[in-house]
Antibody, heavy 116, light 112 residues
Framework: QVQLQESGPGLVKPSETLSLTCTVSGASISGDYWGWIRQPPGKRLEWLGYIYSDGSTNYIPSLKSRVTISVDTSKNQFSLKVTSVTAADTALYYC??????????WGQGTLVTVSS | DVMMTQFPLSLPVTLGQPASISCRSSQGLVYSDGNTYLNWYQQRPGQSPRRLIYKVSNRDSGVPDRFSGSGSGTDFTLKISRVEAEDVGIYFCLQGSHWPGTFGQGTKVEIK
């Protein structure tokens, strides 16, 4: 059973960097794609980007300048950083496993609030 | 980006009765490999999303056969043949044929 668990601060100050880590169990991170999806309050889900286990990435154009996804295969983890956050980055953040055209496993989600 | 329009947004249903949720895409979802990557997910209260259906009509392992997916082109449907109490939650579609993948708004299914 593949399980993903997000971890990181639930509160980030405006203009600072949001950092989350996803720990994968029940599957090796190698050989697969892994991604981040978020849901702002009252809005629909939206992709942030994804990473292959070799470190190659793909981000959504609108956030490409602020988002970095990285992978640590030795720890079976991957991470998300979003720089220069504003209130618009307040959201429930999910880490996911990505297959061609689909997401098959989701983490529980972690709420990140941007506020001073 | 492809816009996914999901309806209804709220669906009160009677136990044992059928339910149907639709997703309409702003453009066709046939990918270059010939597959149509339209997925359906269920999110029960307090739980993470669970995939029910992938590639329009393929049920995931462990998903009851009362759930079925259909459609083509730009119109897709998730049907529950007989709603049970455990089906309460939010259902949403995801198109994965065009990057970035985009989601429907979600349909809240509740028991009348």
């Amino acid at each position: 059973q593949v399980q993903l668990q997000e971890s990181g601060p639930g509160l980030v100050k405006p203009s600072e960097t949001l950092s989350l880590t996803c720990t994968v169990s029940g599957a090796s991170i190698s050989g697969d794609y892994w991604g981040w999806i978020r849901q702002p309050p009252g809005k629909r889900l939206e992709w942030l980007g994804y990473i292959y286990s070799d470190g190659s990435t793909n981000y959504i154009p609108s956030l490409k300048s602020r988002v970095t996804i990285s992978v640590d295969t030795s720890k079976n983890q991957f991470s998300l950083k979003v720089t220069s956050v504003t209130a618009a980055d307040t959201a429930l953040y999910y880490c996911v496993r990505v297959k061609t055209g689909t997401v098959d496993y989701w983490g529980q989600g972690t709420l990140v609030t941007v506020s001073s | 980006d492809v816009m996914m329009t999901q309806f209804p947004l709220s669906l009160p249903v009677t136990l044992g009765q059928p339910a149907s949720i639709s997703c309409r895409s702003s453009q066709g979802l046939v990918y270059s490999d010939g597959n149509t990557y339209l997925n359906w997910y269920q999110q029960r209260p307090g739980q993470s999303p669970r995939r029910l259906i992938y590639k329009v009509s393929n049920r995931d392992s462990g998903v009851p056969d009362r759930f079925s997916g259909s459609g083509s082109g730009t119109d897709f449907t998730l049907k529950i043949s007989r709603v049970e109490a455990e089906d309460v939650g939010i259902y949403f579609c995801l198109q994965g044929s065009h990057w970035p993948g985009t989601f429907g708004q979600g349909t809240k299914v509740e028991i009348k």
